[in-house]
């Protein structure tokens, strides 16, 4: 299976509400990356965090990692209607001199206006 | 700049044609990745180079897919023969260092193999 599974694989929400998505891997990892995805675009980076952090927050964005349980959280907070797009993880983790790159199954998130 | 560039955006073509996806990264960007994206698979690594070379292909599905980087500012994406389950978005995208840094995505190529 992939390295990154998201939870859930959709969310509707209602505008103003919090948004939290999850992530799991299997192994061990170097960083681990938020993207979003606009229907039909390509992705756009949102945060990263390494594997020795716990917690990043960035503008109504906070992520934590777990690297006990290899699991990562993105948390949207007052969310918008223009949140509405898929998110993925990405984990990268190096293993015989190559970094591998791989992206999670992603969550669809909808906020209602 | 004008971020990661992809041509074409959409691609038709019938099956055992030759497609060839191109790409143009962001000025400066030493490492380029191609991705390919559809429903089943989700997002998939298919290739990636370090300064215009494979460092890993292990992602490519066939012979049939090849890629190339003969110079910082430009790579191919090449399928041949083509498969109607080739279809799929592919993505190109770019970043300075590989480990830390954030992955420029291009708007990607829908392609469609009848």
């Known amino acids: 299976s992939q390295q990154g599974e998201e939870d859930p694989q959709a969310l509707s929400i209602q505008e103003g509400e919090n948004a939290t998505m999850n992530c799991s891997y299997k192994?061990?990892?170097?960083?681990l990356q938020w993207y979003r995805q606009n229907s039909g675009r390509g992705l756009v980076h949102l945060i990263l965090?390494?594997?020795?952090?716990r917690e990043k927050h960035s503008g109504r964005l906070r992520v934590t990692l777990d690297t006990s349980k290899k699991s990562s959280s993105l948390l949207i907070t007052a969310s918008r209607a223009a949140d509405t797009a898929s998110y993925f993880c990405?984990?990268?983790?190096?293993?015989?001199?190559?970094?591998?790159?791989?992206f999670g199954t992603g969550t669809r998130l909808k906020v209602l206006a | 700049d004008a971020g990661v560039i992809q041509s074409p955006r959409h691609e038709v073509t019938e099956m055992g044609q030759e497609v060839t996806l191109r790409c143009k990264p962001i000025?400066?960007?030493?490492?380029l990745f191609w991705y390919r994206q559809t429903m089943m698979r989700g997002l998939e690594l298919l290739i990636y180079?370090?300064?215009?070379?494979?460092?890993?292909d292990s992602g490519m599905p066939e012979d049939r897919f090849s890629a190339k980087m003969p110079n910082a500012s430009f790579s191919t994406l090449k399928i041949q023969p083509s498969e109607p389950r080739d279809s799929a978005v592919y993505f190109c995208?770019?970043?300075?260092?590989?480990?830390?840094?954030?992955?420029?995505f291009g708007p990607g190529t829908r392609l469609t193999v009848l």
């Open positions: 192994t061990s990892i170097n960083n």
């Open positions: 965090i390494r594997s020795n952090e």
């Open positions: 995208a770019s970043s300075f260092r590989i480990s830390t840094d954030t992955q420029y």
């Open positions: 000025s400066g960007h030493d490492y």
């Open positions: 990405a984990t990268v983790r190096t293993t015989s001199g190559t970094y591998k790159y791989i």
């Open positions: 180079f370090n300064n215009n070379v494979p460092i890993d």
